[in-house]
């Protein structure tokens, strides 16, 4: 699964990190640190973490349909036409 | 044209945060014809923070960290690994390096900019010299990391610069870290506060070495072996990483008639780009750190911005207001907003603080690291703030920007209640553009603004 973090939106509650600790992590005192591709196996994990932010910075692909993955990108532009 | 606007292809030139996040709003916002999708390296949109921070340190690989979809994209067509070569506005078609010609209604720019190289070709070639920019530069630093190394320079301290010197001392690497200002974050955050992220270099065993430049990368063999600096000193290393800045990914627009240049794309603050001749488009649209937008809450200014929430809203504002009826079109008007760990310290910031002329220290304390500070303008309005390990209050102070308040008084009894100058280095007199622009025609009401082609004179008008 895919993740990303709005930290201008995060205020370092850790709730994530302590749901989640395998991927999210506090540097110092309030920098987040967080794995963007989470192994599938963190999936139940991680989505706990999501809801439970107290500011829902973190948003993830879990919800958008699989069919997504039908726009995984061409590897060259010869398609173009 | 009224109400929902009829576009049938749109195309997005930039294949990272704003172009993705462009995409995902058009098709949030109801846009069902042809999205395509042209970014020059082959990767899918990754995000470009991490590579600084939890790639770096190790604990993220480096193909680690691609953006979710937040939006179904439907049927977009991703056109990755040939970069836009140029953009033919009368034609209505973009035109890739390979000859492909992509046409649009409306096209948004997002090609974004890439890593400014060191100005020397055969020593930037030398093994061992790296920039930090895509996933694949991550990679390559982090094999020398991992190879052994005795010593990085980072060239500049800016926030990249900052970050990479952090992830070297994690991992237990000496790291000198020259820079051409008296501080590192000078030119973002001014000489107060470079004072006190110079002290966390120090204190985390970083040589730090202001107010010199590197004035050549010395090598044997190929590699990279030591920095000859201004002051006369040499500093023996494995790895030289090049932190000077980006460079905007505009070339590619210079036959296009839009105003754009070193400086990135004008655009109003409705994300629609500038023309040659001070015309806004109306089928151009330009986000993310190759915008140069006028703010409404900045006097007007333009503002080029890289930070991570611009390529994010303004992707959002642009999208929106290419299929929207005209007279609901919004500004991109939200304040900036940045952030960086490096050391162990969440450090953000908001507002503008290099438009500031004064300081002062409202919570915390400098000397300990942990404070939040505002910045004043000439006329004692609040500008931008910064906040070292205080991130809770930068809404607060996001609030006063936004209602144009006075510089606040220290919120901490103990500190001092004046302000003190921000000691901003004096901004470089950049040209806007490489080719002069010249005013042509003779009635006053006929006349129109071009800009001249490499060679070409005026005269030829």
Sequence with gaps: MRVVVDLAVCQGYAQCAFLAPDAFRL?????????PNPSGDLRRA?????????????????????????????ARAGDAR | MPGKSRAQRIVIVGASLAGLWGAAT????????????????????YDRPPLTKQVLTGWVAPDHTVLPHLEPLGDTRWLLGTPAAHLDRRAGEVVLADGTRVPYDLVLIATGVRNRPWPVDEQATLGGVCGVRTRGDAARLIGHLEAGVSRVVVIGAGFTGSEVASACRHRGIDVTVVE???????????????????????????????????????GSGGTFRAAALSDGTTVDADVAVVALGGMRNTEWLADSGLASGPL??????????????????????????????????????????????????????????????????RPHACVPTFWSTQFGVNIKSVGVPSLADQIIVTQGSTGAGSFAAAYG??????????????????????????????LPEPYD???????????????????????????????????????????RSARDY
Excluded at chain 2, 30 to 44: A, H, S, W
Aim: aromatic letters at 6%; one cysteine or more.
């Design chain 2, 26 to 45: 058009l098709r949030k916002e109801g846009f069902d014809g042809v999205l395509t999708i042209i970014g020059d390296e082959n990767d899918p949109p």
């Design chain 2, 377 to 406: 303008d000439c006329d004692g309005r609040i500008v931008g703030a910064v906040t070292f390990d205080h991130g809770r209050w930068i809404d607060h102070y996001r609030g006063l920007i936004e209602r144009a308040a006075a």
């Design chain 2, 413 to 455: 009894a103990d500190l001092p209640d004046k302000p003190e100058p921000a000691r901003f280095p004096p901004h470089p007199a950049a040209t806007y553009h490489g080719p002069t622009v010249v005013v042509t025609g003779h009635s006053p009401t006929r006349m129109d603004a071009v800009r001249l082609p490499d060679g």
């Design chain 1, 46 to 74: 991680v989505l706990r973490a999501v809801a439970a932010c107290p500011v829902q910075a973190i948003s993830t692909d879990a919800a958008v349909p699989a069919a997504t993955d039908a726009s995984v990108p061409a």
């Design chain 2, 180 to 218: 051409q200002a008296q501080a590192p974050l000078t030119g973002a955050l001014g000489g107060v506060v470079g004072d006190v992220a110079a002290n966390l270099h120090t204190t985390n065993g970083v040589d730090l070495r202001c107010g010199v430049t590197v004035d050549a990368l010395e």
């Design chain 2, 264 to 329: 990135g794309v004008a655009a109003d603050a409705g994300c629609r780009a500038v023309a040659v001749n001070g015309l806004v488009t109306d089928d151009v649209f330009v986000a993310g750190d190759v915008a140069r937008f006028a703010h409404p809450l900045f006097d007007y200014q333009f503002l080029t911005l890289e930070h991570w929430e611009n390529a994010v809203v303004g992707a959002q504002v642009a999208a929106r207001n290419m299929i929207c009826a005209p007279e609901d079109r």
């Design chain 1, 27 to 35: 540097n110092g005192t309030e920098g987040l640190m967080y794995q």
